[in-house]
T-cell receptor
Framework: NAGVMQNPRHLVRRRGQEARLRCSPM?????VYWYRQLPEEGLKFMVY????????ESGMPKERFSAEFPKEGPSILRIQQVVRGDSAAYFC???????????FGPGTRLTVT | AQSVTQLDSQVPVFEEAPVELRCNYS??????LFWYVQYPNQGLQLLLK??????LVKGINGFEAEFNKSQTSFHLRKPSVHISDTAEYFC????????????FGSGTRLSIRP
């Protein structure tokens, strides 16, 4: 039973480019969460999605960031016009419906040059 | 709003010594509490969780934590650490009403000396 999968594991983008991060939840999990970890800090909640629905995006920056979890395929976190401050590790987690327990993927480390 | 404070950013310990990693939280509602471990360049792995019931919670790798409601604490302990326990440890909280959102502490880096 595969765990939460994220790709790519490492992503390098120049300032102004777009970054697309993918997350495939565990089998049987219908909820996806995205967190960001800045260097030397803990994880910060960004967004919580179910299939085709954004449930809570209170942690998402208002501009340049968007997330989706389509009916088919992985969840995507999209960052437009990246800046150096976007450099961080982005973690995805998934859970079953009505479960408090989240399982984390290995993360995508984004570096903006 | 909830918050989590991990009082020590780094804890150096000799191998086979006991360790306690401290965690305090604040919340106006009932909460779930978690400890996660992050090994270098990896994702987070759940060590243990407190939902309700017994205040002493046992987790994987010989770790345990005690929920103290009056002191709003959830300290993590291990009686004898191993080199392989070297990692970053995160305390986290979520409340009953929005169990989807987990609030993490800033982490404690545990380094084990031989």
């Amino acid at each position: 039973n595969a765990g939460v999968m994220q790709n790519p594991r490492h992503l390098v983008r120049r300032r102004g480019q777009e970054a697309r991060l993918r997350c495939s939840p565990m089998k049987g999990h219908s909820h996806v969460y995205w967190y960001r970890q800045l260097p030397e800090e803990g994880l910060k909640f960004m967004v919580y999605l179910q299939k085709e629905n954004i449930i809570d995006e209170s942690g998402m920056p208002k501009e340049r960031f968007s997330a989706e979890f389509p009916k088919e395929g992985p969840s995507i976190l999209r960052i437009q016009q990246v800046v150096r401050g976007d450099s961080a590790a982005y973690f995805c987690a998934s859970s079953r419906q009505d479960s408090y327990e989240q399982y984390f993927g290995p993360g995508t480390r984004l570096t903006v040059t | 709003a909830q918050s989590v404070t991990q009082l020590d950013s780094q804890v150096p310990v000799f191998e086979e010594a006991p360790v306690e990693l401290r965690c305090n939280y604040s919340s106006s509602v009932s909460v779930y509490l978690f400890w996660y471990v992050q090994y270098p360049n990896q994702g987070l792995q759940l060590l243990l969780k407190y939902l309700s019931g017994s205040t002493l919670v046992k987790g994987i790798n010989g770790f345990e934590a005690e929920f103290n409601k009056s002191q709003t604490s959830f300290h993590l302990r291990k009686p004898s650490v191993h080199i392989s326990d070297t990692a970053e440890y995160f305390c986290a909280v979520s409340d009953y009403s929005s169990a989807s959102k987990i609030i993490f502490g800033s982490g404690t880096r545990l380094s084990i000396r031989p």
